[in-house]
């Protein structure tokens, strides 16, 4: 229920405060607080808190850490010395995900705040969308990419040297931050429509010939999606999910970034192109689903703009229908199963993975969450083996 209760708050906020007026500032810090709180005060919701908060009681304190320790452990270096700076305040986890709560609601509200025409819109695509992801699952990796988002202002002045500090940073924290060291070379030159078009172009051509000559050549790598894989194989669910992904992930971003060329500056414009460029990557292979992440933020930033920009002020008839029409359009494409799949052998519902919500004040775990997480290990157990 907190969730629609939050919804129906942002909802409101959206039609009331179209900028952030003082007053909307008051409410802009007052969702702030509200979306940290539900992340920092909640209890195993999310597979991946589920597992953090398992691993934390066995993770080493600051007194406790030693050299083999940073050896054998697979994460890396920085985030091993936050845990466990954490662990050393105090044994409980909640320490922990408040904090990283805190900082990624922080990172995102700044940056949505400064490049956004309409924050409160920004802020309900990052709820619907992407809230759960980055609150409570990729605890690691939401480290580096609110770091990215912090540092964006290097990118716009082009001071690389810095960028390239704060990016090399963000890798010690989760090693999926090496995509940032080649993001500043897509800011160094503008583009026309037509080489973004170019781009996007050769870029699948040449993403569609490297996975059809490592499926045919080398089908023992393990980095193909597996939707891509079907689709070769000519499953017609698999080529239905891979035809629906295209527009999802690929057009649908190319035609805002089209549609909204004239709208959007440099900066915008770029950051579409990465989106785009990452997404063509996951859709191929399975190493870079997390590229998109980093760029997601920006998509959604772009997003509102364009659409504010050539809709946006003139309040008539026309543009009172195709705002929430685009709106609902958007929503629809990147929420659609979204909180609800299935997967091979078991009937998988991602909502359960957040849904009842459980705080810290009230510390069960609803049954039908359980079951979900044991048929997800299951599952994993039966295709290692």
């Given at each position: 229920m907190?969730?629609?209760i939050?919804?129906?708050?942002?909802?409101?906020?959206?039609?009331?405060?179209?900028?952030?007026?003082?007053?909307?500032?008051?409410?802009?810090?007052?969702?702030?607080?509200?979306?940290?709180?539900?992340?920092?005060?909640?209890?195993?919701?999310?597979?991946?808190?589920?597992?953090?908060?398992?691993?934390?009681?066995?993770?080493?304190?600051?007194?406790?850490l030693?050299?083999?320790?940073?050896?054998e452990?697979?994460?890396?270096?920085?985030?091993?010395?936050?845990e466990?700076?954490?662990?050393?305040?105090?044994?409980?986890?909640?320490?922990?995900?408040?904090v990283?709560?805190?900082?990624?609601?922080?990172?995102?509200?700044?940056?949505?705040?400064?490049?956004?025409?309409?924050?409160?819109?920004t802020?309900?695509?990052?709820?619907?969308?992407?809230?759960?992801?980055?609150?409570?699952?990729?605890?690691?990796?939401?480290?580096?990419?609110?770091?990215?988002?912090?540092?964006i202002?290097?990118?716009?002045?082009?001071?690389?040297?810095?960028?390239?500090?704060?990016?090399g940073?963000?890798?010690?924290?989760?090693?999926?931050?090496?995509?940032?060291?080649?993001?500043?070379?897509f800011?160094?030159?503008?583009?026309?429509?037509?080489?973004?078009?170019?781009?996007?172009?050769?870029?699948?051509?040449?993403?569609?010939a490297?996975?059809?000559?490592?499926?045919?050549?080398?089908?023992?790598?393990?980095?193909?999606?597996?939707?891509?894989?079907?689709?070769?194989q000519?499953?017609?669910?698999?080529?239905?999910?891979?035809i629906?992904?295209?527009?999802?992930?690929?057009?649908?971003?190319?035609?805002i970034?089209?549609?909204?060329?004239?709208?959007?500056?440099?900066?915008?414009?770029?950051?579409?192109?990465?989106?785009i460029?990452?997404s063509?990557?996951?859709?191929?292979?399975?190493?870079?689903?997390?590229?998109?992440?980093?760029?997601?933020?920006?998509?959604?930033?772009?997003?509102?703009?364009?659409?504010?920009?050539r809709?946006?002020?003139?309040?008539?008839?026309?543009n009172?229908?195709?705002?929430?029409?685009?709106?609902?359009?958007?929503?629809?494409?990147?929420?659609?199963?979204?909180?609800?799949?299935?997967?091979?052998?078991?009937?998988?519902?991602?909502?359960l993975?957040?849904?009842?919500?459980?705080?810290?004040?009230?510390?069960?775990?609803?049954?039908?969450?359980?079951?979900n997480?044991?048929?997800?290990?299951?599952?994993?157990?039966?295709?290692?083996?």
């Amino acid at each position: 229920m907190i969730y629609f209760i939050v919804l129906i708050i942002i909802l409101f906020l959206v039609k009331r405060f179209p900028s952030l007026t003082p007053k909307g500032k008051v409410a802009y810090k007052f969702l702030f607080f509200l979306l940290t709180i539900m992340a920092g005060l909640r209890y195993n919701v999310g597979n991946d808190t589920i597992y953090y908060t398992q691993e934390y009681n066995h993770f080493p304190n600051l007194f406790e850490l030693d050299l083999q320790y940073f050896e054998e452990s697979n994460y890396q270096i920085l985030w091993i010395l936050f845990e466990s700076a954490m662990k050393t305040i105090s044994p409980s986890f909640y320490l922990l995900q408040f904090v990283l709560a805190g900082f990624v609601n922080f990172a995102v509200f700044k940056t949505v705040a400064k490049y956004s025409s309409q924050p409160f819109l920004t802020i309900m695509f990052y709820y619907l969308i992407f809230y759960v992801n980055l609150n409570m699952e990729i605890l690691r990796e939401s480290i580096p990419i609110c770091l990215f988002l912090l540092g964006i202002g290097f990118l716009e002045r082009k001071e690389f040297l810095k960028y390239f500090l704060l990016a090399g940073f963000a890798f010690l924290f989760h090693e999926s931050a090496i995509l940032l060291f080649v993001v500043p070379f897509f800011f160094r030159e503008s583009f026309n429509k037509v080489t973004y078009a170019i781009i996007i172009v050769l870029f699948y051509i040449f993403s569609e010939a490297v996975t059809t000559f490592i499926i045919q050549n080398l089908p023992y790598l393990d980095v193909i999606s597996e939707a891509k894989l079907n689709y070769f194989q000519n499953s017609k669910d698999s080529e239905n999910l891979a035809i629906f992904n295209i527009i999802k992930y690929v057009a649908t971003p190319s035609a805002i970034l089209f549609f909204f060329h004239r709208q959007l500056n440099e900066i915008e414009k770029k950051f579409l192109l990465l989106y785009i460029l990452a997404s063509i990557l996951f859709l191929h292979f399975n190493i870079f689903y997390r590229v998109r992440d980093y760029f997601l933020i920006m998509f959604f930033i772009s997003f509102t703009n364009g659409l504010m920009k050539r809709f946006g002020p003139r309040t008539n008839t026309i543009n009172d229908l195709i705002k929430p029409g685009l709106v609902i359009i958007f929503l629809f494409l990147f929420l659609f199963r979204f909180y609800y799949q299935d997967l091979p052998g078991i009937k998988y519902q991602s909502y359960l993975n957040y849904y009842p919500y459980n705080s810290i004040f009230n510390e069960t775990l609803p049954p039908e969450r359980l079951q979900n997480i044991r048929g997800i290990y299951n599952t994993m157990q039966d295709l290692r083996n």
